[in-house]
């Protein structure tokens, strides 16, 4: 079985200040991971992925994740935030290569302060 | 290509009516997905097919919701007779292609909002 954990579901920033948004996974397996963005009215976007080869994942937009295997965590994090950041963000599991039934998180919504 | 495509973006209609959802996938992807997202239960899936066949439609709430998918173009999802608590936001996915470099990477459509009076 498989499961993500997001552990808030709202963070607020000052633009211009880093972003940290946390991210445990659960799996049987040697995960697959993502990270999606929502932002308003729109459909989901692929941020960055994991799929066993570099833990320091680098994706769109100057974000990056970084795999823990012995904390079962991957973190998203950006090192100054834009205003243009403001959207919802997603952490996916898939517990292997080639599962196609992904599990997604509950959603952290991220605040950009002027 | 002009991405996964969902119509309609948005639709009101009142309990008990039929509600059709349709979606075309980017052309070559293999597998198709249907979801829905709500405020109280985030995003959930509902059914996905691969090559035009539904692999597992756990998700399906009950047998008020259907789906379909005649070709590789183009899938519906169907909700007869619609009730309040169907009210969201569905999206359609699609991935495919060979390798590590799309394993499990889904394009999502802008989605469908439902809303049931």
């Known amino acids: 079985a498989q499961s993500v954990t997001q552990l808030d579901s709202h963070v607020s920033v000052s633009e211009g200040t880093p972003v940290l948004l946390r991210c445990n996974y659960s799996?049987?397996?040697?995960?697959?991971l993502f990270w999606y963005v929502q932002h308003p009215n729109k459909g989901l976007q692929l941020l960055l992925k994991?799929?066993?080869?570099?833990?320091l994942v680098k994706g769109i937009n100057g974000f990056e994740a970084e795999f823990k295997k012995s904390e079962t965590s991957f973190h998203l994090t950006k090192p100054s935030a834009h205003m243009s950041d403001a959207a919802e963000y997603f952490c996916?599991?898939?517990?292997?290569?080639?599962?196609?039934?992904?599990?997604f998180g509950t959603g952290t919504r991220l605040t950009i302060i002027p | 290509d002009a991405g996964v495509i969902q119509s309609p973006r948005h639709e009101v209609t009142e309990m008990g009516q039929e509600v059709t959802l349709r979606c075309k996938p980017i052309?070559?992807?293999?597998?198709l997905f249907w979801y829905r997202q709500t405020m109280m239960r985030g995003l959930e899936l509902l059914i996905y097919f691969n090559n035009n066949v539904p692999i597992d439609d756990s998700g399906m709430p009950e047998d008020r919701f259907s789906a379909k998918m005649p070709n590789a173009s183009f899938s519906t999802l169907k909700i007869q007779p619609s009730e309040p608590r169907d009210s969201a936001v569905y999206f359609c996915?699609?991935?495919?292609?060979?390798?590590?470099?799309?394993?499990?990477?889904?394009?999502f459509g802008a989605g469908s909002r439902l809303t049931v009076l």
């Open positions: 052309s070559g992807h293999d597998y």
């Open positions: 994991y799929t066993s080869a570099a833990t």
């Open positions: 799996s049987s397996y040697s995960p697959s």
């Open positions: 996915a699609s991935s495919g292609g060979q390798g590590v470099s799309r394993a499990n990477v889904l394009t």
């Open positions: 996916v599991v898939s517990d292997r290569f080639g599962n196609e039934k992904l599990t």
